[in-house]
């Protein structure tokens, strides 16, 4: 795969070729700097190591510091490796820009989900509750219920649908059509939804 990273700014609607109104994402892509390029020889696969966003030099340990000197560049805040990157295709210390787009190119974008913390099993995998309140029920409405057999298994097993952490996982929204781009201000406007919080970052491939 090949591709920059970005940010998601909003959302938004635009006129599709048929005129029908669709939703669409609005994505920050890029600048990005190519800060390593990897080689088979002294790492053991080709990759390209791309930056994006500054970040400033006293919020970065020297080991950073010294790393993105080399390309000769400020800290970034986000580096992603690709590996769909032909070699000879990009040199180190280069700049990507949205321009490494098309209009008509399909993408996919990776976003981390919006993080929801400890939440019950209602909330998190839809569950309906024990129902009402009769028969000398009481607080049970949000409750999981049975979890198990007494006898057998006398245990609960693996993969019991139960409350935990929700939310902030990587997720990958494939096949999205850019229907916009405006490469002045790195923005790249593709239809339907992305994961994640507005000004979280986004990996969009090609």
Request: glycine content about 16%; overall charge positive.
């Given at each position: 795969m090949q591709g920059l990273i970005g940010k998601k700014?909003?959302?938004?609607?635009?006129?599709?070729?048929?005129?029908?109104?669709?939703a669409c994402t609005v994505l920050q892509?890029?600048?990005?700097?190519?800060?390593?390029?990897?080689?088979?020889?002294?790492?053991?696969?080709?990759?390209?190591?791309?930056?994006?966003e500054d970040k400033k030099e006293k919020h970065s340990t020297k080991a950073e510091t010294g790393h993105f000197k080399k390309s000769g560049t400020a800290p970034k805040k986000k580096v992603v490796e690709f590996t769909g990157f032909a070699e000879g295709q990009v040199k180190e210390g280069e700049?990507?820009?949205?321009?490494?787009?098309?209009?008509?190119n399909w993408v996919d974008v990776r976003g981390w989900s919006k993080g929801?913390?400890?939440q019950g099993v209602v909330r998190r995998h839809g569950f309906s509750?024990?129902?009402?309140?009769?028969?000398?029920q009481h607080n049970r409405g949000?409750?999981?219920?049975?979890?198990?057999?007494?006898?057998?298994p006398s245990r609960v097993l693996p993969g019991m649908r139960m409350a935990g952490r929700m939310g902030n996982n990587k997720v990958m929204s494939i096949s999205m059509k850019v229907?916009?781009?405006?490469?002045?201000?790195?923005?790249?406007?593709?239809?339907?939804?992305?994961?994640?919080?507005?000004?979280?970052y986004v990996i969009i491939t090609k």
């Amino acid at each position: 795969m090949q591709g920059l990273i970005g940010k998601k700014v909003g959302m938004t609607s635009l006129f599709d070729e048929e005129g029908k109104n669709v939703a669409c994402t609005v994505l920050q892509a890029g600048p990005c700097v190519v800060t390593q390029i990897k080689t088979v020889d002294k790492d053991g696969y080709y990759a390209v190591q791309l930056g994006f966003e500054d970040k400033k030099e006293k919020h970065s340990t020297k080991a950073e510091t010294g790393h993105f000197k080399k390309s000769g560049t400020a800290p970034k805040k986000k580096v992603v490796e690709f590996t769909g990157f032909a070699e000879g295709q990009v040199k180190e210390g280069e700049v990507l820009t949205a321009e490494f787009f098309r209009p008509d190119n399909w993408v996919d974008v990776r976003g981390w989900s919006k993080g929801k913390g400890f939440q019950g099993v209602v909330r998190r995998h839809g569950f309906s509750g024990v129902g009402g309140q009769t028969h000398g029920q009481h607080n049970r409405g949000r409750a999981p219920g049975s979890m198990g057999a007494s006898s057998f298994p006398s245990r609960v097993l693996p993969g019991m649908r139960m409350a935990g952490r929700m939310g902030n996982n990587k997720v990958m929204s494939i096949s999205m059509k850019v229907m916009k781009l405006m490469p002045e201000n790195n923005i790249l406007i593709v239809r339907g939804s992305v994961p994640g919080p507005k000004g979280g970052y986004v990996i969009i491939t090609k």
